[in-house]
């Protein structure tokens, strides 16, 4: 089977972070660039679950919010895959009708979650 380019794309990315964080000297190769380790380590974890879970989405976004700590990558979908801290993605999904920001912890709760309110 072949492989999508944002598939490709997403694992590339993913691979770059990851290789930062093992080789922290990585920071002195490029010039004015510098992001903390646990930030590195979130985004590798984002673009990986991008990469194989994610990859037929459009992304509408990437950042980092300063007041949450959480690395994200926002679809066009409503998911927005994050991580925070080096830890696990997880998926938030904004309901515009409540303001409601719905935590799930696993790809099995995002999918129950997208079946059952028709997402």
């Given at each position: 089977m072949q492989k999508s380019f944002a598939y490709l794309d997403a694992k590339s990315k993913a691979k770059f972070w990851e290789d930062y964080t093992d080789n922290l000297n990585f920071q002195k190769i490029i010039p004015n660039f510098s992001v903390?380790?646990?930030?590195?380590?979130?985004?590798?974890?984002?673009?990986?679950?991008?990469?194989?879970?994610?990859?037929?989405?459009?992304i509408m976004e990437e950042g980092y919010n300063p007041n949450s700590g959480y690395v994200y990558i926002a679809l066009e979908n409503g998911v927005t895959i994050a991580s925070a801290f080096?830890?696990?993605?997880?998926?938030?999904?904004?309901?515009?009708?409540?303001?409601?920001?719905?935590?799930?912890?696993?790809?099995?709760?995002?999918?129950?979650?997208?079946?059952?309110?028709?997402?």
């Open positions: 903390g380790y646990l930030d590195a380590k979130s985004k590798a974890i984002v673009w990986r679950t991008y990469a194989e879970s994610f990859s037929n989405m459009t080096g830890h696990d993605a997880e998926f938030i999904i904004y309901d515009y009708e409540t303001g409601e920001e719905n935590f799930l912890e696993s790809l099995e709760e995002l999918n129950q979650y997208l079946q059952n309110h028709g997402i």
